[in-house]
């Protein structure tokens, strides 16, 4: 671990002019002093418009070194920090604002109506500011009710300046994350409290250190958008260590790699879409940039197919690591690259209590059986003002709580996800998970993306339906793309049970995907 300590006020204090965050096409570095310089003045600003430990504040940013200021000024100031998803409309946007009840909003001019909208449905706030203003001017045109984020910083009295009782209180705030809403409308998980002494070991940075190898010393890459839990709590949990942070505007496969040789970047997140991606790219261009830097490369957010899983292994080597986790904090299930290779398909092993599997009626099912996946675990945690979801992933009696996941666990401890629950098809009165289809249809070479959903049969109740983008690069047939759809259901039939082939593919522009790999199969249903 870093000498410097576990908060980026530390890190600042004895290494100032080491970068805490760079866009990875260019522009200024943001140091470590100009971070906490900044930190410290957004937080007066903060507390000057009233806000106190334990109120909240919603950012409302894209990709920008902007984020990080805004973050931890209420990461340092014992607020609740909500990111907001800038892909949402006004209306869904400004539903987690005011449902997590926030007295503050910061968001930038570039999002135009999208945040002006947003801070107007917004009745309880005491502040909005907008990134990408005038220093000189405290207003910003075009954003009513908005103050310049620029003019603020720059204007502001900073707190070492201040008597006691002027000057913000420098204390831990907390993430208050919200789902991704791929089921339905997103639901705030309420944290724990606020008010930690700042730099205190935090379980998060010993994970970074010691299962990945994170340092001072590295360079981390974040390719997806930092309002999801996992980008915001990996480029945060590398900022405590003093790691330089290197941040793309926005994922793009061959522009990943140039990061990567750019940047020799050591450290690098993605999900299971960023790994297909990268695998269609032509094999000189894979081959064309330089990834030796790389030590370890993490994937999360989704299960990640096993023939996909090898086939970066065998291009970058042993450097891939993976965990089964979610922002409830419930369960964390962790597996390295050898053990993955004598476990092919697992997520790994919990870290944090006993995983429990169940079968329809609550009851625990034999190891290799598949069921719904719990966890047994000391946190507890519950969603913001949703009494019948939180029941739903809770039981109380035996204080297990889950993510609503099916799977298996081996006699090992190794565990196996084969789907969602909610994902799950019923044709015929026949389980059938769509995981086990989207797998082998990624790998067949006309496929650029699908997803597997039930669609209403009047005999069957549910038929199984594939959306498919097709790779724009080969359709993979010699009749054209208007053959596809045949020639995947005939593809199907090749390797799975009947009952399990589609019958029927459509074929789609774009599949309807948040920016994080998450898939909205809501929208094909």
């Not at 910083?153 to 209180?169: H, K, M, N, Y």
């Not at 993955?340 to 944090?352: D, F, K, N």
């Not at 799950?424 to 995981?435: D, L």
Request: proline share 7%; aromatic share 8%.
């Amino acid at each position: 671990m870093d000498a410097a300590g576990q908060h980026p006020f530390a890190v600042a204090a004895a290494h100032p002019d080491r970068v805490a965050a760079i866009m990875a096409d260019g522009g200024p570095a943001l140091t470590y002093g100009e971070l906490a310089d900044a930190v410290r003045r957004l937080a007066q600003v903060l507390f000057d418009h009233g806000l106190r430990p334990g109120d909240h504040l919603a950012v409302l940013l894209e990709n920008r070194p902007e984020f990080f200021t805004t973050i931890w000024a209420g990461l340092s100031s014992g607020l609740y920090v909500t990111p907001v998803n800038w892909h949402l409309t006004a209306d869904e946007a400004a539903f987690i604002a005011t449902d997590c009840g926030a007295k503050a909003l910061v968001s930038s001019t570039t999002l135009g109506d999208l945040a002006t909208d947003t801070a107007a449905q917004c009745d309880d706030l005491a502040v909005a500011l907008a990134v990408g203003g005038d220093a000189a001017e405290q207003t910003v045109d075009g954003f009513a009710g908005f103050v310049s984020f620029e003019h603020a910083l720059a204007t502001v009295r900073p707190p070492s300046e201040r008597a006691d009782g002027d000057r913000f209180d420098e204390c831990a705030g907390q993430w208050m994350f919200y789902s991704s809403g791929t089921t339905g409308r997103p639901k705030g998980i309420l944290p724990g409290p606020v008010g930690a002494e700042l730099g205190r070991p935090q379980p998060f940075c010993a994970m970074l250190t010691h299962l990945f190898g994170m340092s001072g010393a590295s360079r981390y890459l974040s390719p997806a958008p930092l309002y999801h839990a996992a980008p915001a709590g990996w480029t945060s949990g590398a900022q405590c260590l003093g790691a330089t942070v290197v941040v793309m505007e926005a994922f793009d496969p061959e522009g990943l790699l140039a990061a990567v040789e750019t940047h020799r970047i050591t450290h690098l997140q993605v999900v299971p879409t960023h790994l297909v991606r990268l695998l269609k790219l032509p094999e000189d261009v894979r081959n064309r940039y330089d990834t030796s830097s790389l030590q370890v490369v993490v994937h999360a957010a989704a299960p990640c197919p096993v023939e996909v899983k090898r086939a970066v292994m065998e291009w970058l080597g042993p450097v891939v690591y993976e965990y089964y986790a979610g922002s409830e904090g419930n369960g964390f299930c962790v597996i390295g690259p050898d053990e993955w290779l004598e476990h092919p398909g697992s997520v790994g092993r919990s870290l944090q209590g006993p995983v429990h599997v169940t079968n329809a009626e609550g009851d625990e099912v034999p190891a290799g059986t598949d069921g719904q996946i719990w966890f047994e675990s000391t946190r507890r945690w519950e969603y913001h003002g949703d009494p019948v979801k939180t029941a739903s992933a809770w039981d109380t009696e035996r204080g297990w709580s889950t993510l609503g996941d099916v799977g298996h666990v081996d006699d090992e401890g190794y565990v196996y996800l084969t789907d969602r629950v909610s994902n799950m098809i019923i044709s015929g009165g026949v389980n059938i998970y769509p995981r086990e289809i989207e797998d082998l249809l990624i790998a067949h070479p006309a496929v650029l993306d699908v997803a597997v959903v039930g669609t209403p049969d009047a005999e069957m109740g549910e038929q199984v339906t594939a959306f498919v983008q097709p790779d724009p690069a080969t359709t993979g047939s010699t009749t054209g793309i208007e053959a596809l759809p045949d020639e995947l259901i005939a593809y199907c039939r090749d390797h799975l049970a009947h009952f399990k082939c589609p019958r029927e593919v459509r074929l789609l522009d774009d599949l309807p995907r948040l920016p994080t790999g998450k898939l909205l199969k809501r929208l094909l249903q």
